[in-house]
């Protein structure tokens, strides 16, 4: 079998397996309805599985190099998916339907993926040149979408539901416009990777409670 099948891939994979069905249940599954609110959940919980996924990649001290530049790549192709697809995918899901809105859908996994790109070769050329651990990320960080959308979506019912298609798209073209503008921002340590968890686990329990009805 062709790939690297470790231990250090494993939260990448289950963060992809999350946000597909992500997908599945924002367009609706078989006599299911759509549940953009459970999409929601399942890109929550690939926010969460690439938290962690780079710190458990480095607990493995005898990569080869092949396994380093796989897990890049593989990292930064499930990302696309999880905080590029998904995210206009629940945005179809809750309204944006029109020729108005379909621009903005494309838009937006469109600077995420010349984002991802531009990580990829900036990270391999830094890695020839040093062994320490990235200390900034230049534009938004994808994965910033797991925090962001949950807290909008958390506000659908007060922002109303005919007019929240069109808050959540001018939030998409925000962020998008983020992902690919040059400015720096500090990796978070593990300190405040855990305060970033917290911070998801009240988004989950708040959407959950406003959007119950």
Known sequence: MIG????????????LLSSVTG???????GN???S??????????????DMFDGKVARTCKKRTEQEKQFGIQIDSLCDLVCFGILPSVIGYSVGMKNWLDIPV???FPLCAVIRLAYFNVTEEMRQKKTSEVRKVYE????TSVALILPLLFSFRNDIGTEIFPAVYGIVLSVIAIAFITRFRIKKPGMKSMFIFLGIGVLELLWMLYRTRK
């Open 105 to 107: 859908l494309i838009f």
């Open 23 to 29: 997908i599945f249940l924002a367009c609706g599954v």
């Open 36 to 49: 953009p609110k459970y999409a929601i959940v399942c890109l929550m919980i690939s926010g969460l599985c």
């Open 139 to 142: 534009g938004l960080p994808v």
């Open 32 to 34: 299911l309805p759509a």
């Open 4 to 15: 690297f099948y470790n231990y250090t891939v494993i939260l990448t994979y289950l963060g």
